[in-house]
């Protein structure tokens, strides 16, 4: 994991999921964390969902004022270069598609600074609508590049169906995960299991999520 990780994805895609995770396992190995919700567009699934954790746990974070609200505004300010030398690892959740990816663009610059230390992760799930395809999960992938003035450097497979995900759901979507690989040049760097879901033996590249994401009623 490099110091600045960028995660973004279509809506629904579990990115946000992958984000928190990316956090509490910096935190558990004894890092400091600071995670950015730059999700300004998505009302619900907010990784300001989770501050008293967060709080708990010693992971800071930075979301628009008014998140968790019905007085949300599309703004948020945030001191990229401070928080990339002050902190282990910094985690930037990216709002859904290329709407979303407009507001990393505003600090594309200032990320240009630290470029040998930047992942940029593009989360796929290949059962939600309009990325349920290879060529459909490409060309937003690009029009999220396009936006934001950045380029990728990895694939997280996350493909689920939320409570009814199961393992074969899952490995059903390693050549869905492969196609894009190679319709882009990027490693499939993670495929994400959901903690309670037996991993197959032999899967190297296995990430192991909680799913701290609830859902708009269960809050």
């Not at 946000?16 to 396992?25: D, E, I, P, Q, R």
């Not at 290949?126 to 490409?138: I, M, Y």
């Amino acid at each position: 994991m490099k110091k600045i990780t960028i995660v973004t994805g279509h809506y629904g895609s579990g990115k946000t999921t992958f984000s928190v995770n990316l956090a509490v396992k910096a935190a558990h190995e004894g890092k400091s964390a600071a995670i950015v919700d730059l999700d300004i567009v998505n009302p619900y699934f907010r990784t300001a969902d989770f501050r008293k954790m967060f709080s708990e746990k010693g992971i800071k974070l930075i979301a628009p004022d008014f998140a968790n609200s019905n007085l949300d505004i599309p703004s948020i300010q945030f001191d990229v270069e401070q928080l990339a030398v002050t902190e282990d690892c910094l985690i930037i959740d990216v709002g859904g598609d290329d709407a979303g990816a407009v507001a990393l663009g505003r600090y594309a610059d200032a990320l240009a600074a630290f470029s040998d230390d930047i992942d940029l992760f593009y989360v796929i799930n290949q059962r939600r609508c309009f990325t349920s395809t290879a060529e459909e999960t490409v060309e937003l992938m690009y029009e999220i590049e396009a936006a934001s003035r950045m380029k990728h450097t990895a694939i997280i497979n996350n493909t689920n169906l939320g409570d009814e995900t199961a393992v074969d759901i899952i490995e059903g979507s390693r050549d869905f995960a492969k196609e894009v690989s190679e319709k882009t040049g990027l490693p499939v760097l993670y495929t994400v299991y959901p903690v309670g879901i037996d991993i197959p033996d032999g899967c190297t590249d296995a990430f192991e999520a909680e799913m701290y994401v609830k859902k708009p009623w269960e809050i």
